[in-house]
Nanobody, 125 residues
Framework: QLQVVESGGGLVQPGGSLRLSCAAS????????IGWFRRVPGKEREGVSC????????ITAESVKGRFTISRDSAKRTVYLQMSSLKPEDTGVYFC??????????????????WGLGTQVTVSS
């Protein structure tokens, strides 16, 4: 059974940090580009960041640039989203997705075939 699973969400105070993890069963995550998306209340789903299969190319949305960093650990077959200097407007459900892009990565949801169920991130004092 193909399954993508996010973890690491939670409640954090403004200015704090969280690290989200993306792992998979039934598919080799190393063979896929990975994207992180979020659904913030009142807004459409937003592409936050993505990383290509080899980990050499990343894209980060302007809204989180300088605060969020995506990386992948091939040995652990896991992709991370390190989030720092979190703001209340970062609150939302964060999704990981795997896509079979041959080159690079994309922050468009249509580029991804396999999606996790999401993990809640709440930034509040």
């Amino acid at each position: 059974q193909l399954q993508v699973v996010e973890s690491g969400g939670g409640l954090v105070q403004p200015g704090g940090s969280l690290r989200l993890s993306c792992a998979a069963s039934g598919l080799d995550l190393d063979a896929y580009a990975i994207g992180w998306f979020r659904r913030v209340p009142g807004k459409e789903r937003e592409g936050v960041s993505c990383i290509d299969r080899r980990g050499g190319t990343t894209i980060t949305a302007e809204s989180v640039k300088g605060r969020f960093t995506i990386s992948r650990d091939s040995a652990k077959r896991t992709v991370y989203l390190q989030m720092s200097s979190l703001k209340p407007e970062d609150t939302g459900v964060y999704f990981c997705a795997a896509g079979g892009l041959n080159f690079g990565c994309a922050t468009a949801p249509a580029s991804y075939s396999y999606w996790g169920l999401g993990t809640q991130v709440t930034v509040s004092s």
